[in-house]
């Protein structure tokens, strides 16, 4: 896909600019495609592009970058809901161990701002702590469960958490109070949740209100170049109303000037070649899937078994090398990691 580049008067939820560039635009039933086959599954395709509607109060969403600061906004600027959730996605896969964590548990055990309270004392919140992976690593690094808690939204991951002996909430983070925590968090963890979120600014308030003085945010978001990177080379879209924010750094200073943060430091996940490719070809058949005239749609059709395994296989080669160029690219640019990690502080 080619990204239209054309001039709209849309503003920035971040930094308030009104002018942005649109990048693309996606009706309700192209994204409940994205999410659910039609030719698959037609009862629950349909349940879930009334579902988009309804979110949207209308058909289409916009994909528009702010030309101030860089920040990709999907308007109308609504996330999903458990409704859209549990049509969406058959169930959550929960990674062990992600980039991200590992660099985030350094941050935690290599500052010395940090170690001076000890890590014995630190207390930790995680806004949508999925099973806890982090926060086992967070034990395991000398954190005490009762110095942490977390929110997440599935039931099962709740009771995973619970099992640590961490408090835990179903709940919004922006409808907790500093009443529910063990004391002001010293460290606050989101890690795949920013970019879901609508009203940045409102989050970081309420996080200014949940830590202490200095207060530290360690997250982790798609990284920018990576998500325009399958954009543009026939990967995966980054759909809304699953994502509706696509963060940059410039975007992230912004946002720390409007609400008395400051950005720390941003990088890069330094993603391996195979990976990459590996996620460059599932992601192209999963794009070309979706066009109900392709090979790759009419496998899906199929009834499951090993005939079918092996189409997905051969497709999934045969898209790969017709995106040759594209392929090379990714696996030998060290910029296009698949995440953006990012530290920010208070005070
Ligand atoms: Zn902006």
């Known amino acids: 896909m080619r990204y239209q580049l054309t001039a709209i008067e849309s503003p920035c939820p971040v930094c308030g600019e009104a002018q942005g560039r649109l990048l693309y635009q996606r009706t309700a039933e192209q994204a409940a495609?994205?999410?659910?086959?039609?030719?698959?599954?037609p009862a629950r395709?349909?349940?879930?592009?009334?579902?988009?509607?309804?979110?949207?109060?209308?058909?289409?969403?916009?994909?528009?970058?702010?030309?101030?600061?860089?920040?990709?906004?999907?308007?109308?600027h609504v996330g999903g809901d458990m409704e859209f959730y549990t049509l969406a996605y058959d169930r959550t896969h929960y990674?062990?161990?992600?980039?991200?964590?590992?660099?985030?548990v350094q941050a935690i055990t290599a500052d010395p701002r940090l170690r001076e309270i000890g890590l014995e004392n630190?207390?930790?919140?995680?806004?949508g702590a999925g099973e806890g992976n982090f926060l086992r690593q967070l034990i395991?690094?000398?954190?005490?469960?009762?110095?942490l808690a977390a929110t997440d939204f599935s039931e099962y991951g709740r009771q995973?958490?619970?099992?640590?002996?961490?408090r835990v909430f179903g709940k919004d983070v922006r409808e907790l109070t500093p009443a529910d925590l063990p004391g002001p968090a010293h460290v606050i963890c989101l890690f795949q949740v920013l970019e879901h979120l609508d009203d940045a600014v409102g989050l970081f308030a309420r996080f200014a209100e949940l830590g202490t003085a200095g207060v530290v945010v360690l997250a982790g978001v798609p990284a920018p170049?990576?998500?325009?990177?399958?954009?543009?080379?026939?990967?995966?879209?980054?759909m809304p109303p699953n994502h509706i924010g696509r963060w940059t750094p410039r975007a992230l200073e912004k946002l720390a000037e409007r609400t008395g943060w400051r950005l720390d430091a941003v990088a890069i996940e330094p993603e391996g070649a195979g990976a990459k490719l590996s996620q460059f070809a599932k992601f192209g058949y999963l794009r070309a899937m979706q066009d109900s005239g392709s090979l790759a749609n009419r496998v899906e059709?199929?009834?499951?078994?090993?005939?079918?395994?092996?189409?997905?296989?051969?497709?999934?080669?045969?898209?790969?090398?017709?995106?040759?160029?594209?392929?090379?690219?990714?696996?030998?640019?060290?910029?296009?990691g698949n995440v953006m990690w990012m530290r920010l502080s208070r005070g």
């Open 301 to 336: 059709r199929m009834s499951g078994g090993g005939a079918q395994t092996l189409a997905r296989a051969g497709l999934a080669a045969a898209y790969t090398a017709r995106r040759l160029p594209a392929a090379l690219k990714l696996a030998s640019d060290g910029t296009l």
């Open 160 to 166: 995973q958490i619970a099992s640590l002996g961490v």
């Open 45 to 76: 395709h349909e349940r879930l592009v009334a579902a988009i509607r309804r979110l949207w109060q209308g058909n289409e969403v916009a994909l528009v970058e702010c030309a101030g600061c860089g920040f990709v906004h999907a308007e109308p």
């Open 225 to 238: 170049r990576r998500m325009a990177f399958n954009e543009t080379n026939g990967s995966l879209l980054d």
């Open 95 to 104: 990674p062990r161990d992600k980039w991200e964590f590992t660099q985030s």
């Open 33 to 41: 495609q994205h999410f659910v086959l039609r030719e698959k599954e």
């Open 122 to 127: 630190l207390r930790v919140l995680e806004v």
């Open 140 to 147: 395991a690094a000398g954190l005490r469960p009762e110095n």
